[in-house]
């Protein structure tokens, strides 16, 4: 993200608010710019230099305007192609504004504006760019971030509790994230949904209120054939945003299908010089870097293979876990890491929209979320039978309410993804928000969402509109094989390019990848503080913990990663045969569990250290 902001609606705010959370923002004072309201305050930030002039502060003159706006993100206007920036948004009346804003805009970003009357926001329909909202009643104060720990500093200034939400977090343990629900790790806070416009005005008490805008899933409509020029001339469009950022560009090319698409479509564009080099981040044996370092040797392309360092302490190797599983859960914001440097990254990521998800055929919501939670739900079981059944619970009404809405099973599993899994996992992530200034999908679109829903089942499991695309960009790059996966032979012969074949086997795994390297040593280094962190973060959240449990699984582990003793596990082993059986068979879905503990414990601190 390039523009972080922050807004606050409540009585009589502390005169020194302003100097002190100004502080708070992530980026340097000289691209920090902020307005006094009669209701409150709006800050906003930026870590790009083509973006200071973007926000916009009204100073009065012949409109008498008293305004902050703020756009953080890239979009391009379907109907002309321009791209959308914060002086778009200065507006006689934000709010319909922005509510045209979302409904004409493809890309992903977000937006505030704050005026005399309130205050405004909103994002982008796949809502990859979060806002956070906090009200708290008693006070008549809501706070609105595009951060969630700009918020845990303004409630902790004013005096408002930063408490956890344990219900939320110890989904950490088991689903390994939020399902279904808005919620995050600290109460009275939560995401705004991605279909909504927030106002907060100050005639109800300031007071937010959300108004729905749209849904992203669909009933198919398969009568509707897709356009293939057109959806092609999307993404040549999408990349044409490149044309507004000064900064060379870093792809991320992977042996998948995703990055491939942009490769191709970056291939033949004004903008492929525009691209310094193509990267992974991937062992050497790993299909993924076999398959991406053969396609960048094919077309000539400056690729590197990048290595993550290995953590030097508990802390790095506690980001790269949140990191890790930030595809399933981030209840607790990393954004606050920033670093300002000149690049812009390229991604295919939001490729994962145009996916089906697992299918569950029963019709029984109680029966399709037993079969749709991940098979290693709870490996250590630490969590206690009545915090498993609330959490299926909660499961099985969601499920159940979109089933009233006519939703099928599968078109349910897919609401699931759009709304819930892509919001959290690339939003949260933000692929290292801020390190880079700006990162963009250009397979994000809602028309290509839309051409995908109304594609036949068929063809949406084959990935037919990523064959379409490729071969109408670079059919060359079609034909290379994937890792671990390939073009489905009765996709290509329904589709309009029949004679375009792939060239060889999917690609595969030089060796067998376990996937804990960095987990296992981290946990080592210092073990017994990190066992007695466990347990106590453990003790507090007594209602959903079973501590017996917890306590054999950390001998486990204390056997295997630390003492190593083949006398020490056997006897281990006798104690705990399933345990015992698990960790082995499955260290990394383990290990997650108890780096799950862990971050809780570390964001106990952290909320204790605000005060």
């Not at 054939?225 to 060379?248: F, G, M, Y």
């Not at 028309?447 to 084959?462: S, V, W």
């Not at 017996?548 to 990663?561: G, K, P, Q």
């Amino acid at each position: 993200m390039t523009t972080a902001f922050l807004a606050i609606a409540g009585p009589d705010l502390p005169d020194d608010l302003s100097s002190t959370l100004a502080r708070n923002l992530p980026f340097e004072p000289g691209r920090t710019a902020h307005r006094r309201f009669d209701w409150g305050l709006a800050f906003a930030a930026t870590n790009s230099e083509h973006l200071v002039d973007l926000l916009r502060i009204d100073d009065g003159g012949d409109s008498g305007a008293n305004r902050l706006s703020a756009f953080d993100g890239w979009a391009l206007d379907r109907r002309d192609g321009k791209s959308i920036d914060a002086s778009t948004l200065n507006s006689d009346r934000p709010a319909e504004k922005l509510t045209d804003l979302w409904r004409r805009c493809d890309g992903e970003w977000c937006a505030l504006v704050a005026d005399d009357s309130g205050l405004s926001a909103i994002s982008s329909p796949i809502g990859t760019h979060h806002l956070y909202v906090s009200h708290h009643g008693s006070s008549k104060t809501t706070i609105v971030a595009s951060r969630a720990r700009l918020i845990w500093a303004a409630r902790a200034k004013l005096g408002l509790p930063n408490r956890r939400d344990d219900a939320v977090l110890t989904r950490l343990l088991s689903l390994g994230y939020p399902f279904a629900t808005y919620d995050t790790a600290v109460e009275d806070i939560r995401l705004l949904p991605s279909t909504s416009l927030l106002t907060v005005d100050i005639s109800r008490g300031n007071k937010p209120t959300e108004h729905p805008l749209e849904r992203l899933y669909y009933l198919p409509d398969e009568n509707k054939k897709p356009d293939w020029d057109k959806l092609t001339a999307v993404i040549e469009r999408n990349l044409s945003w490149l044309s507004h950022v000064q900064k060379p560009g870093r792809a991320a090319l992977t042996g998948g299908k995703d990055s491939r698409l942009v490769m191709a479509a970056l291939e033949g564009s004004p903008f492929a010089d525009r691209v310094d080099y193509y990267y992974l981040r991937a062992p050497r044996e790993h299909a993924d870097a076999i398959a991406a370092a053969a396609v960048a040797d094919a077309a000539g392309l400056n690729f590197k293979r990048l290595d993550r360092p290995p953590p030097d302490n508990l802390s790095d190797a506690l980001k790269i876990h949140i990191g890790a599983t930030e595809g399933l859960l981030n209840a607790w914001d990393l954004k606050y890491e920033t670093h300002d440097e000149p690049f812009l990254g390229i991604h295919g990521l939001l490729g994962g929209i145009y996916r089906r998800r697992k299918i569950v055929d029963a019709d029984d919501p109680t029966e399709v979320a037993r079969r749709f939670l991940p098979s290693k739900l709870n490996w250590t079981g630490i969590l206690n039978d009545s915090a498993l059944e609330a959490q299926r619970a909660d499961i099985a009404g969601w499920f159940g309410q979109l089933f009233d809405l006519g939703l099928s099973p599968s078109a349910a599993a897919d609401a699931w993804h759009l709304t819930w899994r892509l919001p959290r996992w690339m939003g949260q992530a933000k692929l290292h928000d801020g390190l880079a200034g700006i990162h963009f999908n250009p397979l994000y679109s809602l028309q290509l969402i839309h051409a995908f829903h109304n594609l036949a089942r068929a063809d949406q499991r084959d990935q037919r509109l990523h064959f379409e695309l490729m071969a109408r960009f670079a059919p060359e790059l079609a034909a290379l094989p994937f890792a671990n996966a390939n073009w489905s032979a009765q996709m290509i012969a329904r589709s309009t390019r029949p004679d375009l074949r792939s060239t060889g086997k999917p690609v595969e795994h030089a060796k067998n990848l376990v996937g804990t390297g960095w987990q296992r040593p981290a946990l080592r280094r210092d073990w017994d503080d990190h066992r007695q962190r466990i347990t106590a973060i453990a003790q507090k959240l007594s209602h959903y913990v079973d501590t017996t449990r917890l306590a054999m699984a950390l001998d486990v582990a204390e056997a295997h990663l630390v003492t190593c003793s083949r006398r020490r596990q056997a006897t281990t082993a006798l104690r705990a045969p399933l345990l015992t059986a698990r960790f082995i068979s499955h260290p990394k879905a383990y290990l997650q569990e108890l780096f799950g503990l862990l971050t809780i414990a570390a964001l106990d601190d952290e909320l204790r250290d605000l005060g």
